[in-house]
């Protein structure tokens, strides 16, 4: 018996990772995919949450400074860019190349950490160019939003500082306060070194050794508060603006925590809206069809940035009750959905790669994801929503046109039902 057809694709899906750690501590994760195209990127469990108030801001003031000098022509001749990201717990130095030269691109990373040269002239440059984004991110207004958020539900912890910093601090940082900042930090216990593309994983662990082998294997400074969530509000009127631009967060629990998918499932079933996508009056949100109704909001997304309204805690409080099975089946394929939507591209693969070795300590296969979202059931997505949503208090910072927002006991009572 014989057939004749169109020939198959190759596959374009994702070899299971590779990791090597080696013997300063330091991590290496590849995934290997036909892409030829290639993302390498750095990856430190460093941020803003494990700074001083003497040296807050300094890990976005590297970022700016760390490609200074000799790294953009080293790159130039390698061929690519590169980027660089810092968070509140994590920052990122990563290059964009063909996966042919993955393994220059990290000896390019590579001597950006072991043997940075930074003069006063990349000093004032990397001062100006934070100054600048400050100003640019005070025009963000969801981003002032979010700040505002870390501020009153971490108060009192390093959480709550935003990323840039201080203006006081940034013009006053030293070469010796970087290179100290690099030395105590930028070890290779917390370090991840994560690639994506066709690459050769045993030609980038030897790349690795020789670029990145001189890292201390000590852990470092790794001192940081632990973290503490204080239900407050905070207010900032602002008549000027066009908008109201908030923000409500409650306590919730880390990537490997076994209730993190549970709430994933929930945080998909309300979604996202805009009130100019094409589609906007069909979502399918219980949440959305309200917000079309009473026509007060112009976007949301749940534990994100929330434009607020009084619908959204009343909708998870009823959520909390009544969680009908349809509504979890449905948040259970989005979820897969936008979760392989999301890793198309190599740089995209990568951060995953090394937010996963970071978080869990191993990368978490795609299948094993898809199981675990699958796995979730109707009961649990109540039993945490119950757990973490209702009658607790949340955190909420409003900026902008806020005249109208009721006050903090208004919204704290819409957080649990009184029945008989």
């Known amino acids: 018996m014989w057939c004749k057809g169109l020939p ?23 995934q290997k995919t036909t892409n030829s195209a290639a993302t390498v990127g750095l990856y430190v469990d460093a941020g803003s949450r494990f700074e001083t108030p003497d040296n807050h801001g300094i890990a976005n003031f590297v970022e700016h400074l760390m490609y200074k000098g000799k790294a953009a022509g080293a790159m130039a001749k390698v061929g690519g860019e590169l980027g660089a990201w810092t968070g509140r717990e994590i920052t990122s130095y990563y290059a964009r190349t063909s996966a042919a030269k993955a393994a220059d691109a990290v000896g390019v990373l590579g001597g950006c950490l072991t043997n940075p040269t930074f003069s006063d002239v990349d000093m004032a440059a990397a001062q100006r160019e934070v100054l600048m984004q400050m100003s ?108 109201c631009y908030a923000a409500l967060g409650l306590q919730a629990v880390g990537a490997s925590h076994p209730d993190y998918f549970a709430l994933s499932v929930a945080a998909e079933m309300i979604g996202q809206w805009d009130h100019s996508f094409s589609f906007a009056d069909n979502r399918g949100s219980k949440l959305t069809s309200e917000l079309i109704t009473v026509r007060v909001v112009l976007e949301f997304q749940l534990f994100q940035t929330i434009t607020y309204t009084p619908s959204i805690t009343g909708w998870l409080r009823i959520m909390c009750t009544a969680c009908p099975e349809v509504y979890t089946e449905r948040a259970k394929n989005t979820l897969k959905n936008n979760m392989l939507l999301s890793l198309e591209s190599s740089t995209a693969a990568a951060d995953d790669i090394g937010r996963q070795m970071l978080a869990y300590g191993r990368v978490m296969p795609q299948n094993e994801i898809v199981s675990r979202i699958d796995a979730v059931t109707t009961a649990e997505v109540q039993s945490v929503l119950v757990k973490y949503i209702y009658d607790q208090c949340p955190a909420v910072a409003v900026v902008g046109q806020t005249e109208a927002v009721p006050d903090y006991n208004r919204i704290r009572s819409g957080q649990f039902w009184l029945r008989v």
Do not use: C, W
């Open 136 to 243: 640019a991110q005070d025009q963000d207004k969801e981003a002032v939003a979010m700040d505002y958020l870390h501020s009153t539900a971490y108060q009192g912890t390093a959480l709550a500082s935003p990323v840039l910093g201080p203006t006081s601090n940034v013009q006053q940082f030293t070469q010796a306060d970087v290179s100290t900042y690099l030395k105590n930090n930028f070890t290779g216990p917390r370090i991840v070194l994560a690639a994506s593309g066709n690459v050769d994983h045993d030609a980038l662990v030897k790349a690795a050794e020789k670029a990145l082998g001189s890292l201390s294997s000590e852990e470092g400074a790794h001192l940081v508060d632990p973290p503490r969530f204080t239900g407050s509000m905070v207010n900032f009127r602002d008549d000027e603006m066009p908008y």
């Open 8 to 30: 198959m694709a190759a596959s374009t899906a994702p070899y299971s990772p590779f990791t090597t750690t080696l013997s300063n501590g330091l991590r290496v994760a590849t």
